[in-house]
């Protein structure tokens, strides 16, 4: 992801969130936990924030709460910029620009003429602004309503920064060393003024028409006093890591933002910098402004924000997470207790149903992958090359040995608190399968064989069972001792499996969900209509199931699994394990600290790909039926694989409902819109993409 940065803007954010208990939400980290990529407060009041998931957060209290705002984008968003409280502009990939023009409620697209990388947006009034992107600028004079490119030489450019009117800046990676572009004629003409140090630059500053600083991937702020003609060797900040952003309250006093929580002050023009704040090792801070000489606030990675009151001498994470380490696996006993694990060891729990977690400090420091608990106290947990169990309800852990020190053992599965199994490889990708009968604490390997590595395993009963990995399937009817073919299929995986009971069962990884009726006789392949791998699977009763996906989705099957729909999650962490207490709610979890938790089976919209063939276009068809009462069908064609958005308006365009508003495979697909809570009346429909968009009207008679 490309570093993002602003200038001459003022930005905050807070840790709390506003937001309706529908759909999937987020319970850690608080507000949310997606990349942070830009923030901008238009007063004490008022400011949004944009995120790579294609939404403006907005507060009006000062941060305090914050509202989610649906771009009508198919794209990643990278930058936003209001000119003033109604008026504003976001920014993202494939050459998207959109416009609100009522504080963010309402955005429209505009075109951009171009598919490049938008990087950041800045306007110096109220009609002329600023696109900084992949080898080029963007500039309009007309308040967005057209947009001409010029070519500049070099790779992704980052700013702009105007210290008045006429004289701006633009920096940028070039293919050897870093750029720098400058104008003094409002945008109309750049001039190439690069230094020609081996350096990529993220972020340029301007304290006044002459003073500057410009710093980038190696950590080294460099200084001119002429308005770039000159430029001198450098001071190191953050080296060998980047600086992301570099800011400015005065002459004298700047502030630079990086990588691995890093933030470094100035205090004499640039001469001498000063470490401040760097205690999240592995989350990187994107952006860094001020509100006053002593109020500033810091964003970056997995939603995290800190905040400073006294000019950057202490920051305070002011985002809420428990932790940031990346979660694997998560398991509910009760609609009150749950557990998740970390790839770093570390185990927590909830018994608030996710208000709040406990490190319960194992002091395990080893990966763990799977998880599961057979009653309220009796839990196992396996990962790389270790196995872990707790016998009440998490207070204590106790290590036993597989016999498999040195490889993971990614399958678990339990039929009772004494007989289990684990499935994995050694550091010889040896296939393995373990077995226990007296509740892990001795196993027996079963030496399965071959040289396909079993990454799922699930046993119905003490006799019969199931593992599966790429292109292979087998079944024991006598406890693991023979094993036989059940399903083999070239480029096939099967990362998951579950059974309902002896005869229906799944299997999955990418590409395809396989489903068998007959005790894996037979399997019928069901399209994924999902983009990301399977990590986590689970069903509630013969109808009801739920997969947790590597980009971000949950899909959702009411039909035992002949068809699935996604549901939109409004993240873009990997989630890996997913556990539901009932029909309504249930848990994911995933990288960043990822836990996301739905109150109402993840909402009530299905999107059901009823095709898998590759439409020659996009195409939006006529509802049906139309005029309808209470609910319609929406039907439309998509021909390649990217994020699709529909969205419902009524009569005066205001949007009342998003339908869809997720990445998709190339296939058909349709949608049910319900009309229960709004009045009889036309209505509209949007379907829009990266590079299409097709409206139709309909009508609802009650």
């Not at 608080?30 to 790579?52: F, K, R, W």
């Not at 984008?73 to 609100?100: E, M, P, R, W």
């Not at 401040?276 to 001020?290: A, E, G």
């Not at 964003?299 to 800190?306: H, R």
Request: net charge neutral; proline share 3%; aromatic share 14%.
């Amino acid at each position: 992801m490309k570093k993002l940065f602003f200038c001459l803007v003022i930005f905050i954010l807070s840790r709390n969130f506003a937001f309706s208990q529908t759909g999937w939400q987020w319970i850690n980290p608080i507000p949310q936990g997606n990349t942070l990529e830009q923030i901008q407060m238009l007063n004490s009041s008022t400011g949004y924030a944009v995120t790579t998931n294609n939404t403006v957060i907005k507060t009006t209290n000062g941060g305090v709460n914050w509202s989610i705002l649906l771009v009508n984008s198919s794209a990643q968003l990278f930058s936003v910029f209001f000119t003033d409280a109604n008026t504003g502009y976001v920014c993202g990939n494939n050459g998207s620009i959109y416009k609100t023009i009522n504080g963010g409620t309402n955005w429209v697209s505009l075109q951009s003429g171009t598919t490049l990388y938008m990087d950041q947006i800045y306007f110096i009034n109220a009609n002329t602004g600023f696109i900084a992107s992949d080898g080029a600028v963007l500039r309009t004079t007309n308040a967005g309503a057209n947009w001409t490119l010029q070519t500049l030489s070099g790779g992704y450019f980052y700013g702009p920064c105007f210290p008045n009117a006429s004289t701006g800046y633009l920096c940028g990676e070039g293919s050897s060393s870093g750029n720098i572009y400058k104008t003094t004629n409002m945008g109309a003409n750049w001039t190439d003024i690069s230094i020609g140090v081996n350096d990529y630059f993220y972020s340029i500053y301007f304290t006044d028409a002459s003073t500057g600083y410009t710093a980038g991937s190696h950590g080294i702020v460099y200084k001119t006093t002429n308005g770039g003609t000159n430029w001198d060797a450098g001071v190191s900040v953050n080296a060998p890591y980047s600086v992301n952003q570099i800011t400015f309250t005065n002459p004298s006093t700047g502030y630079a933002c990086g990588q691995y929580n890093s933030v470094f002050i100035t205090t004499n023009s640039g001469m001498t910098w000063s470490s401040k704040y760097s205690t999240v090792i592995n989350t990187h801070l994107n952006s860094l402004s001020f509100l006053d000489a002593n109020n500033g606030i810091s964003v970056g990675d997995n939603g995290l924000i800190v905040k400073t009151t006294n000019a950057g001498i202490n920051w305070n994470q002011t985002s809420s997470s428990v932790t940031t380490e990346n979660f694997r696996c998560v398991s509910f006993t009760d609609a009150n207790t749950g557990y998740a694990a970390t790839i770093s060891g570390s185990i927590f729990k909830t018994t608030n149903a996710g208000v709040t977690w406990n490190n319960l400090n194992a002091n395990y420091t080893y990966e763990f992958e799977v998880m599961q608990f057979v009653n309220s106290n009796t839990g196992f947990i396996s990962g790389v090359g270790h196995f872990v169990k707790t016998t009440n309800a998490g207070v204590n852990w106790t290590e036993y040995p597989t016999g498999n020190t040195n490889g993971p053992l990614e399958g678990i599965c339990f039929i009772d608190a004494n007989t289990g199994f684990l499935s994995g490889y050694n550091n010889t990708f040896t296939p393995l399968i373990f077995k226990t009968t007296n509740g892990g604490i001795n196993w027996t390997n079963l030496n399965i064989g071959g040289s396909v590595i079993p990454w799922s395993v699930f046993f119905t009963d003490a006799n019969t069972g199931y593992w599966g990995g790429i292109a292979k399937l087998q079944k024991t009817t006598n406890g693991g001792v023979n094993w036989t073919d059940v399903l083999n299929v070239p480029g096939m995986t099967s990362s998951v499996m579950y059974f309902l009971n002896s005869s229906i069962g799944f299997s999955g990884g990418s590409g395809y969900i396989y489903i068998t009726t007959n005790g894996g006789t037979n399997w019928t392949a069901i399209a994924n209509p999902g983009l990301g791998w399977i990590y986590g699977i689970t069903f509630l009763n013969a109808n009801t199931g739920f997969i947790a996906e590597g980009n971000g989705a949950v899909m959702k099957s009411t039909n035992a699994g002949n068809s699935w729909f996604v549901q939109q999650t409004g993240c873009l962490q990997t989630l890996y394990g997913i556990s539901f207490v009932n029909v309504n709610t249930g848990y994911v979890v995933g990288t960043g600290g990822a836990i996301l938790k739905t109150i109402d089976g993840g909402g009530t919209i299905e999107i059901k790909q009823i095709s898998t063939v590759v439409p020659n276009s996009f195409s939006l068809f006529q509802n049906y039926p139309n005029p309808f009462n209470p609910s319609t069908i929406i039907r439309y064609e998509n021909p390649k694989n990217g994020i699709v958005k529909i969205v419902v308006y009524d009569i005066l365009g205001k949007d009342i409902e998003t339908l869809v508003n997720n990445m998709q495979s190339a296939g058909t697909y349709e949608v049910t819109f319900s009309g229960n809570n709004f009045p009889s009346g036309i209505y509209f429909y949007k379907l829009q993409t990266d590079n299409f968009t097709e409206t139709k009207k309909m009508l609802l008679i009650k």
